[in-house]
Nanobody
Framework: QVQLVESGGGSVQAGGSLRLSCVASGYTSRPICMGWFRQAPGKERERVATLSTYRITRYADSVNGRFTISDDNAKNTLYLQMNTLKPEDTAMYYC???????????????WGQGTQVTVSA
């Protein structure tokens, strides 16, 4: 059973930066796709970024150029560097893992507990 534990969320002012981390465990081979989704109050879950074992990345249009997804396989850790944060980035951010990279959250069977990011104007 894959387990995902996020950290790094917090409160920042607009224009600031945060780096989220996700430590993964419980697998013998890394899931093909890992990434980050977010959900703001009253809104649907949204893919933020995904990274496959083929090193293919995908970003939401709203974060492209500001956020960077990366990993450190030696540490079984996934990162999301978030720069130039905006109030509309405020959401709960979830680390996800699965065998298919997609914008559809249903295709990711493994989810972390989430870490809150709050950006004030």
């Amino acid at each position: 059973q894959v387990q995902l534990v996020e950290s790094g969320g917090g409160s920042v002012q607009a224009g600031g930066s945060l780096r989220l981390s996700c430590v993964a465990s419980g697998y013998t081979s890394r899931p093909i796709c890992m990434g980050w989704f977010r959900q703001a109050p009253g809104k649907e879950r949204e893919r933020v970024a995904t990274l496959s074992t083929y090193r293919i990345t995908r970003y939401a249009d709203s974060v492209n150029g500001r956020f960077t997804i990366s990993d450190d396989n030696a540490k079984n850790t996934l990162y999301l560097q978030m720069n130039t944060l905006k109030p509309e980035d405020t959401a709960m951010y979830y680390c996800v893992a699965g065998q298919i990279c997609s914008s559809d959250p249903v295709l990711f069977p493994y989810w972390g507990q989430g870490t809150q990011v709050t950006v004030s104007a």
